[in-house]
């Protein structure tokens, strides 16, 4: 099926709507694109500066633990009444679930909260390390119930009254949501071989059907997700660092909102500068440059009769085109006019040749010669001298005079004659 169309403003409107369909089209898929880009690199940068804070604070806050339970060893006495008071503060601020007080043959001779411990005997490397006299922390997990609870254990040396010795005051500190809400603000998933131990973003977690799939990178199409290793201060060499999972959301109209407005402008202002730029080429090729083809080859011809050329400085093409075909009009008329004048002194001549061809008499033909030629030329005296070969004088003379021409107007009629008609011939040439 084709479709035609044929007007100048049709064909003017439709090729400015598919010129702005384009340019939506353009502006659409490059604003698209451009964003896309924008939230992924703006996702990816916030990612990496965000999971080195949250390391940071991971190595900050073991170190505060240790600190808190290095000042509480250092009492040299009525540390076990004190423990019971050590281990609600600790537990409030830091979430702690466990304190013991364990000798340095790793005996558990005090222990609070949760019994993490199978039997009296303390086999944790961490307090190994704590009775050699060595601040010691340990990711470690424990099984129980067909459950598996991952922990970090603290362990600080405390020496004995004979300074000999030491034995160890170890804290744990379970890794679970509260411990991801306390460690940083942000988005954050706390991993262990792929499963998911804890996280400050519930609802993200509600709406993935694998909470598992968040401890892999870049596994999902609505966020972006960036994962590193961080280990604690003073972590015994050997014990799995923590895999934290940084969360940022992707293609999210409030996050980074001033430089999306940015490539939304820089985008509509390109595209609308193309687009005029389109339209005008199109429109200069297919209707501007026609018509002044058009109009040079009018101007031409009116030059090429005689008119008024057409200036060729002009506002605009139609103005001036218009102009043109006005002056072309007017050559046609004036050309028409003299062609309707030609044809009637044409008709003239005809009809006085016959009426002259009816003629016998010498005489009476000059007269209807010069008489009829007064007529048709409008002149007010015509006089008609013949010569023979070699004769000084004429030896015919006619002579037409309009004696009424005043206050009238003269016949175009050769039919009708008027005025005064003489003659004289003289064939021998001897009265003339």
């Not at 030059?303 to 605009?316: F, K, L, W």
């Amino acid at each position: 099926m084709r479709f035609t169309v044929r007007s100048l403003g049709g064909k003017i409107i439709i090729s400015a709507a598919l010129t702005l369909l384009l340019c939506m089209l353009l502006f659409t898929a490059t604003s698209g694109y451009l964003l896309k880009t924008l939230y992924e690199h703006e996702a990816n940068s916030d990612a990496k500066v965000h999971l080195t804070s949250i390391k940071e604070a991971y190595k900050d806050q073991s170190l505060k633990i240790i600190d808190a339970l290095s000042t509480e060893a250092h009492k040299s006495s009525g540390l076990a009444d004190d423990l019971p008071t050590f281990f609600r503060h600790m537990s409030k601020l830091h979430y702690l679930s466990t304190l013991a007080f364990i000798s340095d043959k790793r005996a558990v001779i005090y222990a609070l909260g949760d019994t993490l411990y199978n039997g009296t005997i303390a086999t944790s490397t961490a307090a190994g390390q704590a009775v050699q006299g060595k601040p010691a922390s340990v990711l470690q997990s424990l099984s129980a119930s067909n459950s598996t609870t991952w922990f970090i254990e603290y362990a600080v040396p405390v020496q004995d009254r004979s300074r000999k010795q030491y034995n160890a005051l170890v804290g744990m500190q379970p890794i679970n949501d509260n411990f991801a809400n306390k460690l940083t603000p942000w988005d954050v998933i706390l991993c262990q071989s792929q499963h998911v131990l804890g996280t400050n973003i519930r609802v993200l977690l509600d709406k993935d059907a694998t909470n598992d799939s968040l401890c892999k990178p870049d596994t999902a199409q609505h966020y972006f997700t960036l994962s590193g290793e961080a280990r604690a201060t003073d972590q015994i060499a050997g014990s799995p660092p923590l895999d934290v999972v940084d969360v940022e959301p992707l293609y999210s109209i409030n996050s980074h909102p001033q430089k999306a407005i940015e490539i939304l402008l820089g985008t509509g202002v390109f595209y609308i500068t193309l687009g005029v730029v389109v339209y005008m080429y199109v429109a200069r090729t297919f209707f501007i440059r026609p018509i002044r083809r058009l109009q040079a080859r009018v101007t031409a011809l009116v030059e090429d009769h005689g008119s008024t050329a057409v200036p060729a400085s002009t506002i605009d093409e139609l103005g001036t085109l218009a102009r043109s075909f006005n002056l072309l009009s007017e050559s046609l008329q004036i050309r028409e006019t003299e062609s309707s004048v030609i044809t009637k002194q044409m008709g003239d001549l005809l009809t006085m040749s016959d009426v002259l061809i009816c003629t016998l008499n010498l005489d009476h033909l000059l007269g209807e010669i010069v008489s009829r030629l007064g007529t048709i030329m409008r002149a007010n005296n015509v006089s008609l001298l013949l010569y023979g070969r070699e004769m000084l004088s004429p030896w015919a003379v006619a002579q037409w005079s309009d004696n009424h021409s005043n206050g009238r107007t003269l016949s175009t009629n050769p039919t009708q004659q008027y005025g005064a008609v003489t003659v004289h011939t003289d064939p021998m040439g001897t009265s003339l």
